[in-house]
């Protein structure tokens, strides 16, 4: 059952058509990807899924709600999490400040929510069983800006995971990363599978293969193909466009 709908998207940039008949559906408890070359449309069907454009025409659904034109901050509070190409972390903060900041008790208590979340057990246990679920535990008093780049993207999705999402998005998470880091990055959204809904949008083709259950090809801002990995693997326009020779 689809968790996340998008029906017939439309979106003009001035005189520019990005998005164009955009359907997508995201099954509940499954990893799908959307994957496309750069400048292909990719980012903007994020941007619009997750609130921040609106589109011109069509419809948004999660969890059988109308969320279109909704503010991301509406969409996230209804559980949906996202990370961004370019990182967002508070690099003065402590790895375990920028988990606990994002918990949802945390934010209910204004400014003086950080330092409580420091005074209260059950607090500091969720960050860190958070920060060890992203292998992150060990460095919870070390400062964010200390880290590595590959910490630093899993120290990005552990303050999405501690909004506690039903629905995670992950905007280009190799970008950047080495190839000992995209390896580390895929264990981390392996162990994450299953146990939430996951959307990927990524260029590396290899990265998304051995992760998605279903990847859906965006290219000039329409949907041109869907299916499984092994489907797509036999597309014969995949095969034979520029995507087959990104890894």
Known sequence: MALFEAHDLHLRFGDR?????????????????????????????????????KPDR???????????????????RLGVARSF?????????????NVAIALPATRQR?????????????????????????????????????????????????????????????DEPTAGLGSDGRARLA??????????????IEHDMQFLFSLADTISVIHWGQVIAQGTPAELRANPWVETSNLGRLN
């Open 17 to 53: 058509v990005v998005l164009e008949n955009v359907s997508l559906a995201f099954e509940a408890g499954k990893l799908s990807g959307i994957m496309g070359p750069n400048g292909a449309g990719k980012t903007t069907c994020f941007n619009v899924l997750t609130g921040r454009y």
């Open 187 to 200: 264990d981390l959204v392996r162990k994450l599978k299953g146990l939430l809904t996951i959307v990927i």
């Open 110 to 170: 204004g400014r003086d929510g950080l330092g409580q979340a420091y005074a209260e057990p059950a607090l500091v246990t969720e960050a860190l069983d958070i920060l060890d679920r992203v292998g992150l535990a060990d460095r919870a008093d070390a400062e964010a800006k200390s880290l590595s780049y590959g910490a630093r993207r899993a120290l990005e999705i552990a303050v999405a995971l501690a909004c506690r999402p039903k629905l995670l998005f992950l």
């Open 85 to 97: 190409q370019l990182m967002t972390l508070f690099d003065e903060f402590t790895v375990f400040e």
């Open 58 to 76: 069509g419809r948004v659904l999660f969890d059988g709600q109308d969320i279109t034109g909704r503010s991301p901050q509406a969409i996230a």
